[in-house]
DNA sequence: CTCTTCTA
DNA sequence: TAGAAGAGG
């Protein structure tokens, strides 16, 4: 879920293809929750190989990586080590969501309402350790770097873009841009049409880029002002304060700081702040990681998507085929200069 | 999500 | 041939 910092944050617009050549480092988890909870029939079944095994999310990572690559887009994704102690209440929180939605979707189910149910099964979710252990070995055989983080996925992310070891972090959340990250980009492993709750309208969702510095020079704060906004809006860390939301706190912090404004009493946290803005600050990673992007692996390949999994072996020669053409394209060298 | 097939 | 609809696993 991460911080709401939804309609202050300065946008910008952008298409796929202007991130040829362009390293990007993909909270993991975010993107394979995503693929899990959209790859769905319309009753909210996900995608199942032979032995019951759900494998939406290998296909949406197949499928969406393989297309990055087509564009000239060098995607690495960066998985989550152990939570912060700080965010068990939130692991709960959603534990108990997913299993609310799921009781509610077999009754949508039973009552034969699809639309209800689909939108159930999306909430029940839930991205299990095997699954994430496939994946990595699907990246893998991509040829595609992992990098497995200690702790928080987007603040691993966000180091290494500050090392300018990659370009943007790609992530759904605006936690990054606590963390630190430089550039964020979002929508960039969902895109094209999708259907507005509850009304018979779609639309277009396009991939958006955030730069952080310019980001906050727009709304005149600075990067540790911006964590205290997180924190009085609510973070999964923390509880926010009630009827506080981007505005409010924008206009909060801007007043005073976070601090003073505990000290008059004014507002109370379960958690010291200082230590939650210590968790965005000085967040635990690790600077021993690489990237290193090599060809995929056929093979492999096949024998995870088809051979394991039962996906059409025509399909996967397909993705791959694609894949071979751009990359015979005149015009992609940066894209060339990646396995040299 | 992406891919293939159907339809105007 | 482009856009909608359905399938994929």
Not at 47 to 54: A, E, F, G, Q
Not at 106 to 112: D, I, R, W, Y
Not at 213 to 240: C, Y
Not at 271 to 279: G, T
Request: net charge negative.
């Amino acid at each position: 879920m991460g911080v709401d910092l939804g309609d202050l944050i300065e946008k910008q617009e952008i298409e796929l293809e202007d991130l040829r050549g362009k390293k990007i480092a993909i909270d993991a988890l975010n993107a394979i929750y995503q693929f899990l909870s959209i790859i769905r029939q319309p009753d909210g079944t996900p995608l199942i190989d032979s032995n019951k095994n759900i494998t939406s999310h290998l296909s949406g990572l197949f499928y969406r990586t393989t297309r990055l690559m087509e564009i000239g887009i060098i995607p690495c994704y960066v998985f989550d080590g152990e939570p912060p102690k700080l965010k068990s209440a939130t692991v709960e929180e959603r534990k108990e969501i997913r299993r609310e939605a799921e009781k509610k979707w077999k009754a949508a189910l039973e009552a034969g309402e699809l639309a209800e149910a689909r939108k159930y099964a999306q909430a029940a979710s839930r991205v299990t350790e095997s699954m994430l252990e496939e994946s990595k070995k699907l990246l893998n055989a991509l040829g595609i770097p992992v990098v497995q983080a200690p702790s928080e996925g987007e603040a691993q992310a966000a180091y290494i873009c500050q090392q300018g070891d990659v370009y943007s972090v790609g992530s759904q959340d605006y936690d990054a841009l606590l963390f630190g990250a430089p550039r964020l980009l979002r929508n960039i492993t969902i895109t094209g049409k999708r259907k507005v709750p509850r009304k018979n309208i779609y639309v277009e969702v396009k991939p958006e880029m955030i730069e952080l510095d310019s980001a906050i020079k727009e709304i005149e704060v600075t990067r540790e002002q911006l964590i205290e906004m997180g924190i009085l809006i609510g973070t999964d860390f923390n509880e926010g304060v009630k009827g506080i939301g981007p505005k409010k706190s924008l206009a909060h912090i801007k007043e005073k700081s976070l601090k003073e404004w505990i000290k008059e009493g004014k507002f109370e946290f379960e958690v010291d702040v200082e230590v939650l803005k210590k968790i965005f600050l000085k967040p635990e990673i690790t600077k021993n990681y690489s990237l290193n992007w090599q060809p995929y692996d056929q093979e492999k390949l096949i024998e995870i998507l088809h051979e394991k999994h039962d996906f059409s072996k025509e399909r996967i020669e397909n993705a791959l085929e694609k894949l071979e053409k751009s990359r015979g394209a005149k015009d992609q060298k940066s894209l060339q200069e990646w396995f040299r």
